[in-house]
């Protein structure tokens, strides 16, 4: 099972994004479930993960700025970027359960 990311750019300071992620095939035991994003020179940090009963986690620098949200029968979740800033500019990697991550999508944002 592959994860297939999509959805990044560049965007100005203030705009938006949305990235989106979908399993290869279907598998009931693979679960796709969250982003993780990791910025140059930082380690890899959550952004938001989604359970599989619909509690969500954010970061707190994302906290009312980013939603995650999910279409289970697609096995496919979004990223929802608002009023973007330059210390969003990451390469976001969505994640499943069983260690299954993503290649990764470039956002930057920049004036």
Not at 7 to 32: D, M, N
Not at 64 to 71: A, E, K, L, N, Y
Request: hydrophobic residues 30%; positive net charge.
């Amino acid at each position: 099972v592959q994860l297939v990311e999509s959805g990044g750019g560049l965007v100005q300071p203030g705009g938006s994004l949305r990235l989106s992620c979908v399993a290869s095939e279907s598998h009931f035991s693979i679960y796709v479930r969250g982003w993780y994003r990791q910025a140059p020179g930082k380690q890899r940090e959550l952004v938001a993960d989604l359970t599989r009963s619909g509690n969500t986690n954010y970061a707190d620098s994302v906290k009312g700025r980013f939603t995650i949200s999910r279409d289970n029968g697609k096995n496919m979740i979004w990223l929802q970027m608002n009023n973007l800033k330059p210390e969003d500019t990451a390469v976001y990697y969505c994640y499943a359960n069983g260690g299954v991550w993503g290649q990764g999508t470039l956002v930057t944002v920049s004036s």
